[in-house]
Protein backbone atom coordinates (compact mmCIF):
# COMPACT_ATOMS: atom_id res chain seq x y z
CA UNK A 1 0.00 0.00 0.00
CA UNK A 2 2.90 2.18 0.37
CA UNK A 3 4.50 1.64 -2.50
CA UNK A 4 1.31 2.46 -4.29
CA UNK A 5 0.87 5.72 -2.38
CA UNK A 6 4.50 6.63 -2.90
CA UNK A 7 4.01 6.34 -6.75
CA UNK A 8 1.21 8.70 -6.77
CA UNK A 9 2.66 11.20 -4.35
CA UNK A 10 5.92 11.25 -7.18
CA UNK A 11 3.91 11.15 -10.09
CA UNK A 12 1.57 14.13 -9.31
CA UNK A 13 4.89 16.20 -8.17
CA UNK A 14 6.54 15.56 -11.37
CA UNK A 15 3.10 16.94 -12.74
CA UNK A 16 2.96 19.49 -11.16
CA UNK A 17 6.70 20.95 -10.98
CA UNK A 18 7.17 20.13 -15.05
CA UNK A 19 3.48 21.83 -15.94
CA UNK A 20 0.66 19.78 -17.49
CA UNK A 21 2.30 19.91 -21.13
CA UNK A 22 1.11 23.65 -21.08
CA UNK A 23 3.26 26.92 -22.49
CA UNK A 24 3.75 27.60 -26.26
CA UNK A 25 5.50 25.42 -28.80
CA UNK A 26 7.15 26.65 -32.23
CA UNK A 27 5.30 24.91 -35.05
CA UNK A 28 7.29 21.64 -36.48
CA UNK A 29 8.41 21.18 -40.77
CA UNK A 30 6.78 24.90 -41.33
CA UNK A 31 8.84 24.70 -44.67
CA UNK A 32 7.91 21.27 -45.44
CA UNK A 33 4.71 21.33 -46.93
CA UNK A 34 5.14 25.15 -48.44
CA UNK A 35 5.31 24.10 -51.89
CA UNK A 36 2.35 26.19 -53.07
CA UNK A 37 3.53 29.43 -51.21
CA UNK A 38 6.51 29.10 -53.44
CA UNK A 39 5.47 27.94 -56.97
CA UNK A 40 3.16 28.76 -59.10
CA UNK A 41 2.96 24.82 -60.67
CA UNK A 42 1.99 21.58 -57.86
CA UNK A 43 1.52 18.59 -58.40
CA UNK A 44 -1.04 17.55 -55.81
CA UNK A 45 -0.24 13.61 -56.01
CA UNK A 46 2.89 11.72 -55.93
CA UNK A 47 1.57 9.31 -58.50
CA UNK A 48 1.49 11.87 -61.13
CA UNK A 49 4.50 13.80 -60.58
CA UNK A 50 6.64 12.07 -63.22
CA UNK A 51 3.71 11.42 -65.74
CA UNK A 52 2.87 15.63 -65.70
CA UNK A 53 4.89 18.99 -66.15
CA UNK A 54 4.01 22.52 -67.17
CA UNK A 55 6.08 23.72 -70.29
CA UNK A 56 5.11 26.90 -69.84
CA UNK A 57 2.28 29.72 -68.05
CA UNK A 58 1.78 32.67 -69.55
CA UNK A 59 -0.49 35.30 -67.27
CA UNK A 60 -1.92 38.92 -68.43
CA UNK A 61 -3.72 41.65 -66.86
CA UNK A 62 -6.51 41.82 -68.47
CA UNK A 63 -7.99 45.89 -69.08
CA UNK A 64 -10.89 45.50 -66.09
CA UNK A 65 -7.75 44.45 -63.84
CA UNK A 66 -8.42 40.44 -63.59
CA UNK A 67 -5.71 38.49 -63.93
CA UNK A 68 -5.59 35.56 -66.63
CA UNK A 69 -3.23 32.65 -66.95
CA UNK A 70 -2.74 30.15 -69.92
CA UNK A 71 -0.75 26.95 -68.63
CA UNK A 72 0.28 24.23 -71.35
CA UNK A 73 0.18 20.84 -68.99
CA UNK A 74 1.81 18.26 -70.49
CA UNK A 75 1.81 13.88 -70.91
CA UNK A 76 5.40 13.08 -70.43
CA UNK A 77 4.18 9.06 -71.09
CA UNK A 78 3.09 6.90 -73.49
CA UNK A 79 -0.25 6.21 -72.14
CA UNK A 80 -3.54 8.60 -71.68
CA UNK A 81 -3.88 10.04 -68.76
CA UNK A 82 -6.98 11.58 -66.34
CA UNK A 83 -5.97 14.77 -64.24
CA UNK A 84 -8.06 17.52 -62.76
CA UNK A 85 -6.43 21.05 -62.65
CA UNK A 86 -7.74 23.96 -60.44
CA UNK A 87 -5.93 27.76 -60.12
CA UNK A 88 -6.01 29.44 -56.76
CA UNK A 89 -5.51 33.26 -57.08
CA UNK A 90 -3.71 35.30 -54.12
CA UNK A 91 -3.53 39.00 -53.45
CA UNK A 92 0.23 40.42 -53.71
CA UNK A 93 1.08 38.92 -50.16
CA UNK A 94 0.37 35.48 -51.05
CA UNK A 95 -3.09 35.12 -49.67
CA UNK A 96 -6.04 33.78 -51.37
CA UNK A 97 -8.24 36.36 -52.96
CA UNK A 98 -11.13 34.42 -52.32
CA UNK A 99 -10.83 33.32 -56.02
CA UNK A 100 -10.47 29.63 -57.04
CA UNK A 101 -11.85 28.00 -59.93
CA UNK A 102 -13.44 24.61 -60.02
CA UNK A 103 -11.38 21.65 -60.43
CA UNK A 104 -11.65 20.74 -64.35
CA UNK A 105 -11.10 17.01 -65.57
CA UNK A 106 -8.34 17.15 -68.21
CA UNK A 107 -7.92 13.88 -70.51
CA UNK A 108 -4.56 14.07 -71.94
CA UNK A 109 -3.78 11.56 -74.61
CA UNK A 110 0.13 9.91 -75.16
CA UNK A 111 2.63 12.44 -74.96
CA UNK A 112 0.22 15.40 -75.78
CA UNK A 113 0.58 19.12 -74.51
CA UNK A 114 -2.80 20.58 -73.44
CA UNK A 115 -3.28 24.83 -72.91
CA UNK A 116 -5.94 25.41 -70.28
CA UNK A 117 -6.93 28.81 -69.47
CA UNK A 118 -7.82 30.06 -66.15
CA UNK A 119 -9.38 33.93 -65.43
CA UNK A 120 -9.91 35.42 -61.97
CA UNK A 121 -13.55 36.55 -60.64
CA UNK A 122 -11.61 39.99 -59.24
CA UNK A 123 -9.31 42.64 -59.49
CA UNK A 124 -7.08 41.17 -56.69
CA UNK A 125 -5.54 38.71 -57.91
CA UNK A 126 -1.65 39.11 -58.75
CA UNK A 127 -0.04 35.82 -58.04
CA UNK A 128 -1.34 32.41 -58.29
CA UNK A 129 -0.67 28.30 -57.74
CA UNK A 130 -2.09 25.95 -60.31
CA UNK A 131 -2.61 22.38 -58.96
CA UNK A 132 -2.58 19.20 -60.71
CA UNK A 133 -4.17 16.01 -58.83
CA UNK A 134 -5.25 12.85 -60.40
CA UNK A 135 -8.70 12.40 -61.41
CA UNK A 136 -10.51 9.92 -59.45
Request: with cysteine; proline share 1%; hydrophobic share 35%.
Amino acid sequence: MKIKTLSFVVCAATTFFTGCGGGAYLPKNTTQYGVENQVNFVLMDSHIQRSITSSGIQQRVTEDGRLELVANIRNREGRRIEVQVQCVFKDEQGFSSGDETPWRTLILTENSQEAVQFISMNNKARKYTIRVRQAR
